[in-house]
């Protein structure tokens, strides 16, 4: 059988509410998460084990190992085929880059003839959500995926400070843990009523993740220099995102931003255009 290509893109919570705590130690979510245009590129065939070896420009420090997520995937439901994955997403950024990569496995050998078990959130909490691959609400611990439709395309500049930040350590450092949920969400594809309403909405880890990596203050108030309408933090950080009026203007704007910090990995894209 020929090889089969797949697409992980990032994964940005647009609001991230944190509503509940269950026994095991697992937060309650409320979240928006839509996908960019931009994400790891995967290539499968079959083979006569499952294997994987990482390029791309953000393979260092990604485990080609069985720590993997996407090879964790394969083998959870057996499959025996060779994964190459091109990294272009930084890892352990909040904008799902392992559970995205598994999620994109999963899609590839739906399509080559396998079935997919019930219970994915095993794999990481945003890999339900990464396997519908659109606009949706999360809620439970992320086994719970409704689409969303009717919001706005957004141009939007992801920028990521070359921090990495542990996503168990941000929800340890959570001072509330019994948030409101999210308001209804406006699905009429005003973008600026539904920037209105963002602006009202959280990222409940934010506080968290910027007593870790401080940077991240930096980040948004830099965003907002270069004129976004909203910036906040996606996940449990540290890549933050910003939203723009048009394309052209997230273009400039990471353009400005990237030769201003060289050390940071920015990225003009649209969110929501699937
Ligand atoms: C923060 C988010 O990115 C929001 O989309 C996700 O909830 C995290 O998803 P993920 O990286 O796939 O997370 P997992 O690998 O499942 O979990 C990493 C760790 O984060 C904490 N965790 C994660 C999800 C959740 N609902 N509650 C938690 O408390 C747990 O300590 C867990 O051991
Ligand atoms: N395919 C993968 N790509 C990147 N990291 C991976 C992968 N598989 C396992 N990992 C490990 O997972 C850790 C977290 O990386 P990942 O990119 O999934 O985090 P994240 O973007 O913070 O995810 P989330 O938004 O879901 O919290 C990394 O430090 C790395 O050791």
Same mark, same amino acid.
């Given at each position: 059988?020929?090889?089969?290509?797949?697409?992980?893109?990032?994964?940005?919570?647009?609001?991230?509410?944190?509503?509940?705590?269950?026994?095991?130690?697992?937060?309650?979510?409320?979240?928006?998460?839509?996908?960019?245009?931009?994400?790891?590129? $995967?290539? @499968? *065939?079959? #083979? !006569?084990?499952? %294997?994987?070896? =990482?390029?791309?420009?953000?393979?260092?420090?990604? +485990? &080609?190992?069985?720590?993997? $997520?996407? @090879? *964790?995937? #394969? !083998?959870?439901? %057996?499959?025996? =085929?060779?994964?190459?994955?091109?990294?272009?997403? +930084? &890892?352990?950024?909040?904008?799902?880059?392992?559970?995205?990569?598994?999620?994109?496995?999963?899609?590839?050998?739906?399509?080559?003839?396998?079935?997919? +078990?019930?219970?994915?959130?095993?794999?990481?909490?945003?890999?339900?959500?990464?396997?519908?691959?659109?606009?949706?609400?999360?809620?439970?611990?992320?086994?719970?995926?409704?689409?969303?439709?009717?919001?706005?395309?957004?141009?939007?500049?992801?920028?990521?400070?070359?921090?990495?930040?542990?996503?168990?350590?941000?929800?340890?450092?959570?001072?509330?843990?019994?948030?409101?949920?999210?308001?209804?969400?406006?699905?009429?594809?005003?973008?600026?009523?539904?920037?209105?309403?963002?602006?009202?909405?959280?990222?409940?880890?934010?506080?968290?993740?910027?007593?870790?990596?401080?940077?991240?203050?930096?980040?948004?108030?830099?965003?907002?220099?270069?004129?976004?309408?909203?910036?906040?933090?996606?996940?449990?950080?540290?890549?933050?995102?910003?939203?723009?009026?048009?394309?052209?203007?997230?273009?400039?704007?990471?353009?400005?931003?990237?030769?201003?910090?060289?050390?940071?990995?920015?990225?003009?894209?649209?969110?929501?255009?699937?």
């Amino acid at each position: 059988m020929a090889t089969i290509e797949a697409f992980a893109p990032a994964k940005i919570n647009l609001t991230l509410h944190v509503t509940g705590r269950r026994e095991d130690g697992f937060h309650l979510l409320d979240s928006l998460v839509v996908f960019a245009d931009l994400g790891d590129r $995967l290539w @499968l *065939r079959p #083979a !006569r084990q499952a %294997g994987l070896s =990482v390029t791309g420009p953000m393979a260092a420090g990604v +485990p &080609a190992d069985a720590r993997n $997520l996407a @090879l *964790r995937a #394969a !083998r959870l439901i %057996g499959a025996a =085929v060779d994964i190459r994955l091109e990294k272009t997403l +930084p &890892a352990a950024a909040g904008i799902g880059g392992g559970s995205s990569d598994a999620a994109a496995v999963l899609r590839a050998l739906r399509q080559m003839g396998h079935a997919l +078990p019930d219970r994915l959130e095993d794999l990481g909490a945003d890999v339900p959500v990464c396997l519908l691959a659109r606009a949706a609400r999360m809620s439970g611990i992320g086994e719970v995926v409704e689409p969303v439709e009717g919001l706005p395309a957004l141009p939007a500049v992801l920028v990521n400070p070359r921090v990495a930040v542990s996503t168990p350590d941000v929800f340890r450092r959570l001072e509330r843990r019994d948030n409101a949920p999210m308001g209804p969400i406006p699905q009429n594809g005003d973008r600026t009523a539904f920037i209105d309403w963002l602006a009202a909405q959280r990222n409940d880890l934010q506080p968290a993740a910027e007593s870790v990596a401080p940077v991240i203050g930096g980040v948004l108030r830099g965003l907002e220099a270069e004129g976004a309408l909203l910036a906040r933090m996606s996940g449990s950080g540290a890549t933050c995102f910003g939203l723009f009026d048009t394309p052209e203007a997230a273009r400039a704007a990471a353009g400005r931003l990237s030769a201003a910090r060289p050390g940071w990995w920015v990225a003009p894209t649209v969110l929501n255009s699937a």
